[in-house]
């Protein structure tokens, strides 16, 4: 069966422009996250999805960073007028259920890789 | 808050010995805790979950760990290293129980494995 997919799998931006992030879930997950990866930094919690709705937002760095998801399925993840402080692996991860429950362990995505220059 | 500490940054053993990667966390609530690995250029596989239930936890590759509430520690263990255990391996907490969905990770434990 089909894992986490994550589009693109590397991306380089110049400075000051959009990217979007896809991330297409294991079928059948209802819930989904989205992680960033720096150097230096450890894995660092970004905003989760139950369904359609993401309950907290408050792991998103700055008002330059949205999410949604459509259709209880496939996420897209959006940086504006990115910087270079935005370069990172940026992971996304579903589960069947929220972390903590019986089936709540999160299956990962192969991450975005975000160059900003 | 939760929070997660790795004891060790980087771990090395020699091929055949055993492995004890070290995990502490803080928890106000009932933990659920994971161990995750990370091979170079590959994305992250969940090793095993503790979830309350028994608290030797086994998990894939010969891997298992013990949840110690009293000494609130969660080490990795394996009794015999292989040259593919060279990887990251992440200690992690869901926050607040799991009642968030939000993990919580350690910074990471790198195992080098000696031929």
């Known amino acids: 069966g089909a894992g986490v997919s994550q589009s693109p799998s590397n991306k380089v931006t110049e400075k000051g422009k959009d990217v979007e992030l896809r991330c297409d879930p294991i079928s059948g997950h209802t819930a989904l996250y989205w992680y960033r990866q720096s150097l230096g930094q450890g894995l660092e919690f970004l905003i989760y999805?139950?369904?359609?709705?993401?309950?907290?937002k408050s792991g998103l760095p700055s008002d330059r960073f949205s999410a949604e998801r459509t259709g209880g399925s496939v996420s897209t993840l959006t940086i504006q007028r990115t910087q270079q402080e935005d370069s990172a692996v940026y992971l996304c991860?579903?589960?069947?259920?929220?972390?903590?429950?019986?089936?709540?362990?999160?299956?990962f995505g192969p991450g975005t890789r975000l160059t900003v220059t | 808050a939760q929070s997660v500490t790795q004891l060790d940054s980087h771990v090395s053993v020699s091929e055949g010995t055993p492995v004890l990667l070290r995990c502490n966390y803080s928890s106000s609530y009932s933990p659920s805790l994971f161990w995750y690995v990370q091979h170079p250029n590959k994305g992250l596989q969940l090793l095993l979950k503790y979830t309350s239930a028994a608290t030797l936890v086994k998990g894939i590759n010969g891997f298992e760990a013990e949840f110690k509430k009293s000494e609130t520690s969660f080490h990795l263990t394996k009794p015999s290293a292989h040259m593919s255990d060279a990887a990251e391996y992440f200690c992690?907490?869901?926050?607040?129980?799991?009642?968030?969905?939000?993990?919580?990770f350690g910074q990471g434990t790198t195992l080098q494995v000696k031929p």
């Open positions: 999805f139950q369904g359609n709705s993401a309950p907290d």
């Open positions: 991860a579903s589960s069947l259920e929220l972390a903590g429950a019986l089936n709540g362990e999160q299956y």
């Open positions: 992690v907490v869901s926050d607040k129980g799991g009642n968030t969905g939000k993990l919580i």
